[in-house]
């Protein structure tokens, strides 16, 4: 009898797992909350840092052959419970299934940009998340719709929710820089009359070609980066952006108008992590996020042999790192599910 | 400056230099032991941006705490003495600097070694 | 006979508290400032007395707030209070009936039954005036035991006279306690091995006498009696020496206190004189323990009693002093009424004063705005708040009223944050520039978000024509006159008291009348007088992050107990604090009450196409 595998979320984690999994020749269950497959990639226009259209990427997952693989779409699983060998997963609407082994793939959600009550997002109209401008770029091709007119200048934010212990996170979400200068190249693109600052802590270009994107940003599109952390947005009369930073590199206050400021909103752990850990018997990291037993060894394994970890559920990766992440974890499931065969 | 100097080869202005043979890590080390959170710093600047005095003066705490650990003390006591204590720096910190404390550890010190 | 040796530790004991007593209090007093020794001069003289002898009454004898505190405690610290009093005061008038005379040594009472054996007298024979005193005698010494009985549980288990915390000891302090404590036991011992051997005891030492009697051999009572009245007039002894620099100085010392308080003699914001009166008026009884936050964050050490303990033993520090966050719920429930906060902001001046800060950079032009009503001051913490700041501007609006935004651009800071470091020549400086500025405007209403800043402008500025309201008084202030239309959310509420804007200034009212007007509220056992501090408190100078946030998510769990809708607070400091847990929607007064307006707007516009239908 073919061994069941279940997995919890079909973002790009859980799908590449899945098609791999299915050719090995398990059954294979996609659990996903959402009415859709894909998750956020599906929001996303350009990806960083050769700019590949996300839809193009998404489709190149998705259409990926599943022969033995179910989908049951609208099920928020609230806890995985080990029992004899097998585990019950239970969803939020009363939905119960077993398993042989269970994948957990539940990915990350945006930092609640409102939570920064001090950069006004929420509070005032020209103030938008990095998330939000992706959807602009991809619905309505153009920021003008919120505006009402062709921006002259445009403020990047980086760190915001990550980095900051006010907030209870300390981690980097790691993607958001390298989105900032994608994003700020792309806006230049739009409206190249219109000055693009990006103001970070550190610019952390750290994955492969980032620094290219980044010298091509100064180099072709003449993005400005100012060195200083935004402590706080205000709202003129005629409902422009007020900015207050330090310029720390020349150590002299810096006061900025703005048409629109870009929140780059970090990842933070998705809000059924922590019943998740709590029924399964896994640990939460420090983070938030689901703590593998070994990051370095064994990081698709939990603490309760059965229950994997793919993709930014275990903390903030790139689409890349999230998809090799999920095949390492499918051999992960496979090789516990053929000992188990054995025994 | 010191102009006087005329040499060849690699000679930096002594006061330009930060001499960190000659500097002294004294206030740094004490301040450090009663306030320990001024380790966390990364100089992001967000205290000087959101701070009352810099409205009005040159303060920066960010620069206050580099001069401190860099064992700068000229100058120091007039430059914290800018400071309102208002707490906007210690809300905004995104690393949880005990600024206020700290600003007064800093105080205390000076006061204590009479610079 | 009405002399043995073993008075003498009494005696000396005795004498030597006594002046011991009258130089300190006699320097404390000549140490107090001319105004406040007038003050002393006319309040002995005056009608002051008699309220204050009736607080000594209630406070130091009968312990009111104690048995306000739990009914045990009441209970216990009256038996020994009142009790020991009644002891002496009775035992005085029946030594009367011996000696007749008036003139006798103070130890002839404490030790009448060693010198006087009436046999005549058997227990409970209450119809002749010496039985009727060996009776009383007798049942306040029971009453004083039943007292020292629950002192000895509470030593066990606090819990069950509400307290979660009790003071730890200092050597003077455990030799003090330890005599308190076998004071009475062996008074009752020498008094019934007496009686066992001479008769003439009351109900309690004559049974007790009896007992003792049958199980010892008759050749050592006497030895044994005379050993126990060695042993009780030397833990007298004893406790006297001992206790000008133990804990119990607090039962002289809060007598006097309560005295110089009602002849007028304060503290204030110096260390002077009254404080030491104060500092040695606290008996470290633990309850302020028991409602400091501080404990919650690791920092027993900082809580009032053991701040207090190191003043008075002169061993205070810079950390003691700076690590309080001055929420004020130690002097809520103080059972002596000692001023802990002015207590903690004087010892920082003492530190602080020195530090300079001139503030010569601030511009010396006001800005000029005539024509205004109300002047509107965000405050520091305002500007990190700026939904706070947007909901008052579109109420203003909506009501029509006549204001300027006063720090629209920043704000020079209120100078409190400088007050309650102690450093008050520094705060004045800046307080000196916003009253120039707030006189300028002509306004007759200064509103402000923060209660922080409403503290010092209503308690220091003294701005003579102005009217300072927080936001929350102003705001029901409009909406009682009419001036804006609200509606009733249906959102249940819980509302946080902050610190500086209800213990600080007791407006309890104003925001619990006006939140009923937009939702639900809930109430909650810490609220008002009781409320819990954020965590955030300004007030603090030593806490570190990590402190600051288990203070904070403690007091969220006991707000968010009731599961409301929103937490609602009226300070952006607590708001700011509340909401970077994560676990709470908080939301500030003012901004519940734009949500409404704007909603009140939506339905005159309704009615008003309806009525065009």
Redesign the interface.
């Known amino acids: 009898m073919n061994k069941q595998v279940a997995i919890i979320g079909a973002g790009i984690a859980g799908l590449e797992a899945a098609s791999i999994l299915d050719s090995m020749g398990f059954k294979v269950t996609l659990v996903e909350k959402a009415e859709h497959t894909g998750g956020h990639i599906q929001n996303w226009h350009q990806l960083f840092p050769d700019r590949r259209n996300a839809t193009e990427v998404a489709q190149g997952i998705i259409s990926k052959p599943l022969a033995n693989v179910s989908t049951e779409f609208n099920r928020e699983v609230t806890s995985i419970q080990p029992f004899a060998e097998k585990f019950i997963i239970s969803a939020k609407d009363g939905w119960v299934f077993n398993a042989d082994a269970v994948l957990i793939t539940t990915g990350f959600e945006l930092f609640d940009a409102k ?1 920064k ?2 950069y ?1 997002y929420g ?2 109209d020209h103030v938008i998340t990095s998330a939000e401008l992706e959807t602009l770029f991809k619905k309505e091709n153009g920021v003008t719709l919120r505006i009402g007119r062709t921006p002259s200048r445009i403020g990047l934010v980086h ?1 915001v929710g990550s ?6 996170n300390i981690f980097c979400s790691k993607v958001c820089c390298v989105t900032a200068v994608k994003q700020a190249i792309e806006l230049k693109e739009l409206y190249p009359e219109c000055e693009i600052y990006c103001l970070y ?2 610019l952390r270009m750290s994955g492969r070609h980032y620094e290219e994107l980044y010298k091509q940003a100064q180099e072709e599109y003449s993005i400005q980066f100012i ?9 003129d009369k005629s409902g422009k952006i007020i900015v ?5 590199l020349l ?4 006061k900025m108008t703005m048409d629109m400021l870009v929140l780059m909103t970090g990842m933070v752990a998705s809000a059924q992590t922590a019943s998740i850990c709590s029924s399964a018997g896994i640990q939460k990291d420090s983070d938030g996020f689901f703590k593998a037993s070994d990051p370095h060894l064994y990081g698709n394994i939990t603490g309760i042999p059965g229950i994997f970890l793919a993709g930014t559920c275990s903390g903030p990766k790139t689409i890349s790192d999230t998809l090799s992440d999920a095949r390492s974890a499918a051999l992960a499931v496979q090789s516990y599910l053929s000992a188990e065969a054995n025994n | 400056m010191n102009e006087k100097k005329l040499a060849f080869g690699y000679t930096v202005s002594k006061d330009r230099q930060i001499d960190f043979d000659e500097a002294s890590l004294e206030l740094y080390n004490k301040v450090c032991a009663a306030e320990p959170s001024i380790r966390l710093c ?10 009352s005095a ?2 009005f003066s ?1 303060f ?1 705490l ?2 206050l705490i580099l001069q401190v650990r860099r064992g700068i003390t000229k100058g120091l006591q007039a430059e914290v003495s800018k400071c309102m204590l208002c707490g ?1 720096c210690q ?6 600097v005990s600024t206020r404390a700290l600003i007064m550890q800093i105080n205390m010190n000076l006061q204590k070694t009479g610079k | 006979m009405t002399f043995d040796l073993f008075v003498i530790p009494f005696f000396g004991g005795l004498i030597f508290l006594l002046v011991v007593l009258f130089i300190k209090y006699s320097r404390w007093i000549a140490l107090i400032d001319r105004s406040g020794r007038r003050k002393i001069g006319y309040g002995l003289f005056s009608l002051q007395i008699f309220p204050a002898t009736w607080e000594v009454f209630l406070e130091s004898l009968l312990h009111r707030r104690m048995w306000k505190q739990n009914k045990l405690l009441g209970y216990m610290h009256m038996s020994f209070a009142f009790g020991w009093l009644l002891l002496i005061l009775l035992g005085n008038l029946e030594s009367r009936i011996y000696s007749g005379g008036h003139l006798n040594p103070p130890y002839y009472p404490i030790f009448l039954k060693f010198f006087v054996h009436d046999k005549r007298v058997l227990p409970f024979e209450l119809n002749t005036l010496p039985g009727f005193f060996r009776f009383i005698m007798d049942f306040v010494l029971l009453y004083i035991l039943s007292g020292l009985v629950l002192a000895f549980f509470k030593r066990i288990h606090s819990r069950w006279f509400g307290m979660k915390n009790t003071s730890r000891h200092n050597r003077f302090d455990q030799w003090a306690i330890t005599c308190l404590w076998l004071i009475f036991p062996l008074r009752l011992l020498a008094e019934s091995l007496t009686a066992s051997i001479y008769g003439g005891g009351g109900f309690l030492t004559n049974s007790v006498g009896d007992t003792l009697a049958m199980i010892l051999p008759a050749a050592v009572t006497p030895g044994m009696a005379y050993v126990a009245w060695w042993a009780y007039s030397s833990a007298l002894g004893i406790f006297f020496i001992t206790l000008p620099w133990s804990r119990y100085m607090h039962i002289p010392t809060e007598v006097v206190m309560i005295y110089l308080k009602h002849f007028g003699v304060k503290s204030g914001k110096h260390l002077n004189s009254f404080s030491e009166i104060e500092m040695r008026a606290c008996p470290k009884c633990g309850v302020c323990i028991d409602v400091c936050q501080m404990k919650d964050a690791g920092a027993v050490g900082s809580t009032p009693a053991y701040f207090v303990r190191s003043l008075r033993m002169k061993e205070g520090n810079s950390l003691l002093n700076n690590n309080c966050m001055l929420c004020g719920r130690c002097k809520e429930v103080c059972p002596v009424q000692i001023d802990l906060l002015d207590l903690r902001i004087a010892s920082r001046n003492l530190e602080n004063q020195s530090i300079d800060k001139p503030f010569s950079y601030l511009p010396a032009d006001v800005p000029d705005s005539k024509g205004i009503n109300v002047l509107y001051f965000a405050g520091c913490m305002g ?5 706070v700041k ?1 909901a008052m501007v579109s109420i203003m609006d909506a009501a029509n009223v006549k204001y300027k935004f006063l720090d629209q651009d920043g704000s020079v800071c209120c100078g409190r944050p400088l007050m309650m470091a102690g450093m008050f020549e520094a705060a004045r400086s800046l307080m000196e520039k916003n009253r120039q500025a707030i006189h300028a405007s002509g306004a007759r209403i200064l509103v402000t978000s923060c209660p922080i800043c409403y503290k010092i402008f209503n308690e220091e500025y003294k701005l003579f024509g102005v009217e300072v309201l927080h936001h929350s008084q102003y705001l029901l202030r409009l909406v009682e006159a009419g001036s804006l239309w609200i509606n009733h959310s249906g959102l249940s509420v819980v509302y946080h008291d902050p610190c500086e804007l209800g213990r600080g200034s007791e407006v309890y009212k104003e925001p619990r009348k006006l939140l009923k007007r937009v939702a639900k509220l809930i109430p909650i056992e810490q609220e008002r007088e009781n409320a819990l501090c954020c965590g955030g408190s300004i007030g603090d100078l030593a806490l570190n ?1 990590d402190q600051r946030n288990i203070i904070r998510d403690a007091a969220l769990d006991v707000l968010l107990e009731p599961k409301p809708d929103f937490l609602v607070t009226a300070c952006p400091l607590c ?2 604090t509340f ?4 676990t709470a929607k908080v939301i500030d007064i003012a901004e519940l009450v734009a949500q409404q307006l704007e909603k009140a707007d939506n339905l005159i516009e309704e009615t008003v196409e309806e009525s065009i239908l």
């Open positions: 939570r009550e001090e006004g509070i005032y760190c980095r900051d212990e006010k907030i209870g802590m550190d060195r200083g952390r935004l402590s706080e947005a205000a709202e207050k930073v330090e310029d720390t150590g002299r206050p810096l | 990364i100089s992001c600047g967000t205290c000087a941006a959101t701070c810099a409205k040159d920066s960010r620069k906007k809300l905004a910190c995104p690393r949880g | 500007h990190l708040t700026p939904s947007k992050q708001k700011k909401s970077s847990a994560g």
